[in-house]
T-cell receptor, first 115, second 113 residues
Framework: GAGVSQSPSNKVTEKGKDVELRCDPI?????LYWYRQRLGQGLEFLIY????????KSGLPSDRFSAERTGESVSTLTIQRTQQEDSAVYLC?????????????FGPGTRLTVT | GQQLNQSPQSMFIQEGEDVSMNCTSS?????WLWYKQDPGEGPVLLIA?????ELTSNGRLTAQFGITRKDSFLNISASIPSDVGIYFC?????????????FGKGTRLHILP
């Protein structure tokens, strides 16, 4: 595709509900990242997928957070039993050496609001 | 784990002034990247640096890959209102483009009216 896409662009959910966020990386990019960005804050690393290697989950804040990636394509980030502190923009990025642009390219993000 | 120390955390400047920000680490990096994030958008890559000592410009922006490979700076000349935003440095320790990238905490640039 032309760029990284994310869906939904906005999500409002009630506290305690589960949410699923989707990321479609640039075709051919082998690495995929999820970040969380609270209002006015920096990028908080969540998880990193690199090809077929085991993902680096060191940034996931709790066991309520999980992510999957099918091969080198779509990734989903799941947050179970959402809490108000989960409210943030969730950004996805991809990078790789087999497709331009080679460097990390970000999607527009999903803004999650937990009420 | 590895960390990038980005400074300053925020800057308040007058339009037309030059800006300088930097990123340092105790680790050696193979790639340095500089991104800008506008409000409500994802970060956008400004400049990528791949060799120690490399100096690269993109319009009014200039970035350098430090000789020690442990630091990088970004300069913006003759700032204009649209330069407002958050600037992030990022580094890659490995030599492959799909190796993990680490981000600094950002420099928030404000332009005084």
């Amino acid at each position: 595709g032309a760029g990284v896409s994310q869906s939904p662009s906005n999500k409002v959910t009630e506290k305690g509900k589960d949410v699923e966020l989707r990321c479609d990386p640039i075709s051919g990019h082998t690495a995929l990242y999820w970040y969380r960005q609270r209002l006015g804050q920096g990028l908080e690393f969540l998880i990193y997928f690199q090809g077929n290697s085991a993902p680096d989950k060191s940034g996931l804040p709790s066991d309520r957070f999980s992510a999957e990636r099918t091969g080198e394509s779509v990734s989903t980030l799941t947050i179970q039993r959402t809490q108000q502190e989960d409210s943030a923009v969730y950004l996805c990025a991809s990078t790789g050496w087999r497709a331009l642009p080679y460097e990390q390219y970000f999607g527009p993000g999903t803004r999650l609001t937990v009420t | 784990g590895q960390q990038l120390n980005q400074s300053p955390q925020s800057m308040f400047i007058q339009e037309g002034e030059d800006v300088s920000m930097n990123c340092t680490s105790s680790s050696i990096f193979n790639t340095w990247l500089w991104y800008k994030q506008d409000p409500g958008e994802g970060p956008v890559l400004l400049i990528a640096l791949y060799k120690a000592g490399e100096l690269t410009s993109n319009g009014r922006l200039t970035a350098q890959f430090g000789i020690t490979r442990k630091d990088s700076f970004l300069n913006i000349s003759a700032s204009i209102p649209s330069d407002v935003g958050i600037y992030f440095c990022a580094g890659r320790l490995g030599g492959n483009r799909d190796d993990k990238i680490i981000f600094g905490k950002g420099t928030r640039l404000h332009i005084l009216p």
